[in-house]
């Protein structure tokens, strides 16, 4: 479990407080929604809900499509509608940008393969740094700002104590391989694991690089076995001669 700080936009709000006026002019309605479980759930806690089917005419609009929706608290207290459509699916030759500044090469083909920018996003004047996912139901992009981040409790994650350095590594967005994490059923894995501004808890993955470098352990502790079993059956035709 990640510890978040309080952070106004985070904070979770209760059914009252949705401004279901205004999702009714995108066409979206309550009933519908509050029949969608984990649509509401994701609504209350200020995530986005999966893609929604929206329309909305008027005398100067008429559009529809899907869109993700997300309601939060702003600086002066009043709720928020915000409405994330589906883009197309990212790639690492994707050009992407947030609040006008260009993500690097490096941090767009992390995103592409893992859904995590890797390393923190600074704002254009430098004064915050941000976590950055990738809403994988829309292929946008979503982010959290790194001071509202204090990292996994008692520096605990799935039974792992982070030392020093990979809590560094957590808290500047990157992945950090643990070894032996158990699941809820006792079973152990080992993964990377980082944070994701989307889902807003620790997110497991297998990079190309984790794929590749368990490929080669694999193919090695083959090897190994197999150089065992040849020299046992060296050694046992070397008796067989001996008698």
């Not at 401004?19 to 759930?41: F, H, S, T």
């Not at 940008?97 to 592409?112: D, M, P, S």
């Not at 990377?192 to 190309?208: G, L």
């Not at 090695?220 to 008698?243: I, V």
Request: with cysteine.
């Amino acid at each position: 479990m990640t510890t978040l700080k309080q952070h106004k936009n985070m904070a979770k709000l209760e059914a009252n407080q949705i401004p279901w006026q205004k999702l009714a002019e995108w066409g979206i309605q309550q009933r519908v929604l509050e029949a969608n479980q984990e649509a509401m759930q994701r609504l209350i806690a200020g995530r986005y809900t999966p893609p929604m089917n929206f329309y909305r005419k008027d005398d100067s609009l008429s559009v529809e499509g899907q869109a993700a929706i997300r309601c939060y608290k702003a600086k002066d207290g009043s709720v928020k509608l915000e409405l994330q459509g589906v883009g197309e699916p990212i790639t690492e030759n994707s050009k992407l940008y947030l609040f006008g500044v260009e993500l690097t090469r490096e941090q767009v083909k992390n995103l592409a393969e893992t859904g995590h920018a890797g390393s923190l996003v600074p704002s254009k004047d430098g004064s915050k740094q941000y976590f950055v996912s990738l809403n994988k139901e829309t292929n946008r992009l979503v982010s959290m700002p790194a001071e509202s981040v204090t990292g996994p409790k008692d520096s605990m994650i799935a039974g792992v104590r982070l030392d020093q350095n990979q809590m560094e590594k957590y808290l500047n967005g990157e992945a950090v391989y643990l070894k032996g994490m158990k699941r809820s059923d006792g079973q152990t894995f080992d993964a990377c694991v980082q944070f994701s501004a989307w889902t807003r808890k620790n997110d497991f993955t297998h990079p190309e690089w984790l794929k590749e470098a368990l490929k080669a352990e694999k193919e090695a502790l083959k090897k190994m076995e197999s150089l065992g079993e040849k020299q046992g059956e060296d050694t046992g035709k070397k008796k067989g001669r001996s008698h």
